[in-house]
């Protein structure tokens, strides 16, 4: 007896398994309505400032973050031979779009294998072209993340808030109460994010003062030289700082979703969590990696096999199969939009072809919703299980606005007085 007891009380400590109910709960409705929404006004947003077409190509197919990836220091040659090449130009969003989309392909099929240097890989790769974005395209990348991260704000923050309120206390809030609540705290999470990019600046440009300062002859290198250790601290706070925010930036959201947590509060949380607990935090998130890259698979066959089965019945009852060729291009599971479609004849099958193109977009905005209501829905289950463990927090407690603290009263108040007034009919 005593076996089982200590058996079940281990088998109770694993909370992990909790993570594998983000499938069940990453498929919910709302949840994919707001991600689809979310992922429309980025990629409309997109779509509006790559008009001018910034990324300089060349007649070959090669463009500039190709070429930065393969030999950096071979870009300003590159550049300055293409510039004139117009019709080759790029815009920035649709470079990294479709770069990102092979990045992220490259890690989920390495996490399949458990081949783990080639998720290494394709993530290097993958910072490697932000890096690129910044460098050479910061002004369009600034405005694009800010606009990005007000739309995450709202999308992301009402979607932590259905999965808290789903793990916590088996509810299911409907679509406007998520987004009303992820409105009221957008403040704070649009600028958790941020708050640790600004102390990371603000450090940094004293540092960058005291290299200008070490200009100075003879009393510069003096004075550089006094003030390094000062230097070294500002850099080991840097340090901590990007650490955290890197590490912590998936727990900021579910923070202020489950605590109604500002800011500051966020930011502390989500640094609490990972310094005190750093394995059993990498533990949860390799699960949480491993599991939706299995996911992510199911539900991309799924698509697959949503957009194959008409084709391959329309071919059948279409007589001439060049016909459907012009139109849609047949899916493949590796590239669902399916290699460019023949030339149309007539303007009827360009305008066919538009329309199954946009229907097949569709498709895909759904995936990338999945993969997004998957991934704030699994790292708001990771947080209540580090708040759980690091601050002793059970699961099922929830932060409640204090609207629907006066609501739930006041319906209590209606259905003890209904009750009263019941009593009493029942005496008479």
């Given at each position: 007896?005593?076996?089982?007891?200590?058996?079940?009380?281990?088998?109770?400590?694993?909370?992990?398994?909790?993570?594998?109910?983000?499938?069940?709960?990453?498929?919910?409705?709302?949840?994919?309505?707001?991600?689809?929404?979310?992922?429309?006004?980025?990629?409309?947003?997109?779509?509006?400032?790559?008009?001018?077409?910034?990324?300089?190509?060349?007649?070959?197919?090669?463009?500039?973050?190709?070429?930065?990836?393969?030999?950096?220091?071979?870009?300003?040659?590159?550049?300055?031979?293409?510039?004139?090449?117009?019709?080759?130009?790029?815009?920035?969003?649709?470079?990294?779009?479709?770069?990102?989309?092979?990045?992220?392909?490259?890690?989920?099929?390495?996490?399949?294998?458990?081949?783990?240097?080639?998720?290494?890989?394709?993530?290097?790769?993958?910072?490697?072209?932000?890096?690129?974005?910044?460098?050479?395209?910061?002004?369009?990348?600034?405005?694009?993340?800010?606009?990005?991260?007000?739309?995450?704000?709202?999308?992301?923050?009402?979607?932590?808030?259905i999965a808290a309120l789903q793990s916590a206390q088996d509810?299911?809030?409907?679509?406007?109460?998520?987004?009303?609540?992820?409105?009221?705290?957008?403040?704070?999470?649009?600028?958790?994010?941020?708050?640790?990019?600004?102390?990371?600046?603000?450090?940094?440009?004293?540092?960058?003062?005291?290299?200008?300062?070490?200009?100075?002859?003879?009393?510069?290198?003096?004075?550089?030289?006094?003030?390094?250790?000062?230097?070294?601290?500002?850099?080991?706070?840097?340090?901590?700082?990007?650490?955290?925010?890197?590490?912590?930036?998936?727990?900021?959201?579910?923070?202020?979703?489950?605590?109604?947590?500002?800011?500051?509060?966020?930011?502390?949380?989500?640094?609490?969590?990972?310094?005190?607990?750093?394995?059993?935090?990498?533990?949860?998130?390799?699960?949480?990696?491993?599991?939706?890259?299995?996911?992510?698979?199911?539900?991309?066959?799924?698509?697959?096999?949503?957009?194959?089965?008409?084709?391959?019945?329309?071919?059948?009852?279409?007589?001439?199969?060049?016909?459907?060729?012009?139109?849609?291009?047949?899916?493949?599971?590796?590239?669902?939009?399916?290699?460019?479609?023949?030339?149309?004849?007539?303007?009827?099958?360009?305008?066919?072809?538009?329309?199954?193109?946009?229907?097949?977009?569709?498709?895909?905005?759904?995936?990338?919703?999945?993969?997004?209501?998957?991934?704030?829905?699994?790292?708001?289950?990771?947080?209540?299980?580090?708040?759980?463990?690091?601050?002793?927090?059970?699961?099922?407690?929830?932060?409640?606005?204090?609207?629907?603290?006066?609501?739930?009263?006041?319906?209590?108040?209606?259905?003890?007085?209904?009750?009263?007034?019941?009593?009493?009919?029942?005496?008479?």
């Amino acid at each position: 007896m005593e076996k089982e007891k200590e058996s079940s009380q281990v088998f109770e400590n694993l909370l992990f398994p909790k993570i594998f109910q983000t499938f069940r709960m990453a498929i919910q409705p709302s949840k994919l309505i707001i991600a689809f929404l979310a992922v429309a006004v980025i990629c409309l947003a997109g779509w509006v400032m790559d008009f001018g077409k910034t990324v300089v190509g060349s007649g070959g197919g090669d463009t500039e973050l190709q070429v930065y990836l393969t030999n950096p220091g071979r870009l300003q040659q590159f550049i300055k031979k293409n510039e004139e090449l117009k019709d080759e130009r790029r815009g920035v969003f649709y470079t990294l779009w479709h770069f990102a989309s092979a990045r992220f392909h490259g890690v989920v099929n390495s996490l399949l294998v458990l081949d783990l240097q080639g998720a290494k890989a394709n993530t290097i790769k993958y910072f490697q072209g932000l890096g690129w974005a910044l460098r050479y395209h910061f002004l369009y990348c600034i405005i694009f993340v800010l606009m990005k991260l007000a739309v995450i704000s709202v999308a992301g923050g009402a979607i932590c808030r259905i999965a808290a309120l789903q793990s916590a206390q088996d509810e299911k809030p409907g679509l406007g109460e998520a987004l009303r609540f992820s409105t009221k705290k957008f403040l704070s999470f649009f600028t958790a994010p941020l708050v640790p990019i600004g102390i990371i600046i603000f450090i940094g440009v004293f540092i960058y003062l005291l290299g200008l300062i070490g200009n100075i002859p003879r009393v510069g290198e003096l004075i550089m030289g006094i003030c390094m250790l000062l230097a070294l601290i500002a850099g080991a706070v840097i340090a901590v700082v990007l650490i955290g925010a890197v590490a912590g930036f998936s727990l900021m959201f579910p923070a202020v979703a489950y605590d109604g947590s500002d800011c500051f509060d966020a930011i502390s949380r989500a640094f609490s969590y990972i310094y005190s607990r750093p394995w059993r935090m990498g533990f949860y998130t390799a699960i949480a990696a491993i599991y939706g890259a299995i996911c992510y698979v199911f539900v991309r066959f799924f698509a697959f096999l949503l957009l194959i089965v008409p084709y391959k019945v329309l071919s059948i009852g279409i007589f001439k199969n060049a016909k459907l060729e012009r139109i849609w291009a047949k899916p493949e599971f590796s590239d669902l939009i399916g290699p460019n479609a023949e030339v149309s004849i007539h303007w009827s099958e360009s305008l066919a072809g538009f329309l199954v193109y946009l229907a097949v977009l569709a498709v895909i905005g759904l995936l990338v919703s999945f993969v997004i209501s998957f991934y704030f829905s699994a790292n708001t289950i990771i947080y209540s299980l580090m708040r759980n463990r690091v601050d002793n927090t059970a699961l099922e407690e929830i932060y409640t606005p204090p609207e629907e603290n006066q609501a739930e009263s006041a319906t209590n108040e209606s259905e003890s007085k209904d009750s009263e007034s019941e009593s009493e009919t029942e005496d008479d």
